[in-house]
Every structure is written in structure tokens, then in C-alpha cells.
């Protein structure tokens, strides 16, 4: 639902987005990013807080491993930003965020930015992000990009929406900031994919090829 707003410059006019946070508030929304992606303008602090957390990740086992950096807000203030690998090796970021520093904030109904998409499978007893986000009730989850692991990609936007969180993606200039940051991350999971395609009878029955002849036809796979 949209309403004209009064000019509050002499710019472009502002639109007010109810859509944009899902709740009986309103902010102001740039028109160009209306049909599309309407993410308020006030919004730009938090997605950049996030990225910046996400540049703070260090290498924690010569694995290549993303960077990601997540920021809860309420009623518009940062409530607290965490970053993947923050408080011990392998901590994901949301996790950090939710139980390291937030566990005793009420986070019903606040948005979460985070720069990936929330993990939907974790090694037992590890709780995916996905459902420590349902679990904490909030009200959106704002994703800088989807997680190219073809094990997660999409499912971790799917578990929230079907918790009926609301979920948006970054506006495509923050979205492309956080791809490039995470250029190995997404490189190594499009090899890796290219990898698992090829088939275990494919591997049975090329088992005593050369060498050579494996890399001709895993590279026509
Ligand atoms: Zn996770």
C-alpha cells in the first residue's frame, strides 16, 4: 500500500511504504526504489553497519569461509552488530548477534540485516540461524545475498517466510558490495557445485581412466 506524502524537499517527492517494514509504521520511501525493492532511506546505516561488520572477519582455519556481519535494529535503533567468527572460530554471525550479546533482549518483531542468508543446517547439536530467528520471533530479516551452498541457497529465505517473517534482499548497490567482499566464498561454491554434479556410476565406471582422461570428462560434465 502506498500514500503520497508531502514533499519534504524540493527533490523527488517521498512515498510512504507500508510493505517496506511490514508493521503499522511508516517511513519515508525513495519512489525509484518502490515496485522493486522499497527499502527506507533511513535503512542505508544499518546495511552499511552490517557490511562493515562483515569486512571485520578473519581467517579462522586456511578453509575459505564467508564474511558475514549482522545488525539488529528496533524501533529504528542499532540494538547490537556482530560479525562471524567474532566470539570463538566458526561462530556464525546471527548466532553471535542473537545469543552472545542480544539473549536477554526481547527481539519480537525487530529487523535483523545480515549479509548472507541465514544457515538452515548445522552439525547436531548446532541450531541453523534460520530457526534462532524464528525462534526469537522477529519481525523481518533483510538478506545482502542469497548463500550460494547449494545445500542452503534459498532455503534459509524460505524457513523465514514460511514462519512468516518478512524477508527483503540489500538494494542492488549494497547487495554487489557484499558479493564482491565475498568473491572466494561464491567462487569456491561454483566450482564446488560443478564438482558434486558428477555422479558416483559416472565415477564407478570411470574409475581406472587416466588422469587425463578424467579432466576431459569432468570438464564436460
Ligand atoms: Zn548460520
Known amino acids: 500500500m502506498l500514500r503520497q506524502l508531502r514533499k519534504p524537499t524540493d527533490e523527488a517527492p517521498f512515498l510512504l511504504c507500508r510493505e517496506a517494514l511490514g508493521r503499522n509504521?511508516?517511513?519515508p520511501v525513495h519512489p525509484t526504489w518502490v515496485g522493486s525493492l522499497a527499502l527506507s532511506v533511513l535503512e542505508d546505516e544499518f546495511l552499511d553497519l552490517s557490511i562493515a561488520e562483515s569486512l571485520k572477519c578473519r581467517s579462522e582455519d586456511g578453509r575459505i569461509h564467508p564474511n558475514v556481519g549482522a545488525v539488529a535494529v528496533k524501533d529504528g535503533k542499532v540494538l547490537?552488530?556482530?560479525?562471524?567468527?567474532?566470539?570463538?572460530p566458526g561462530d556464525h554471525a546471527e548466532y553471535v548477534l542473537l545469543e552472545k550479546k542480544l539473549a536477554n533482549e526481547s527481539l519480537a518483531g525487530c529487523t535483523i540485516y545480515t549479509t548472507l542468508e541465514p544457515c538452515t543446517s548445522r552439525n547436531y547439536p548446532k541450531v541453523p540461524c534460520a530457526q534462532r530467528l524464528i525462534d526469537r520471533k522477529v519481525g523481518r530479516v533483510v538478506i545482502g545475498q542469497l548463500d550460494p551452498n547449494p545445500i542452503i541457497t534459498g532455503r534459509g529465505k524460505l524457513a523465514l517466510r514460511s514462519a512468516g517473517i518478512i524477508t527483503d534482499l540489500y538494494p542492488e548497490s549494497a547487495m554487489k558490495k557484499v558479493e564482491e567482499i565475498n568473491r572466494h566464498f561464491n567462487r569456491f561454491q561454483a566450482e564446488a557445485g560443478v564438482i558434486s554434479r558428477v555422479s558416483s556410476d559416472f565415477i564407478e565406471s570411470a574409475k581406472n581412466r587416466r588422469l587425463d582422461h578424467w579432466y576431459e570428462s569432468v570438464n564436460r560434465v
Open 25 to 27: 509504521c511508516y517511513r
Open 80 to 88: 547490537a552488530s556482530a560479525y562471524r567468527g567474532e566470539t570463538a
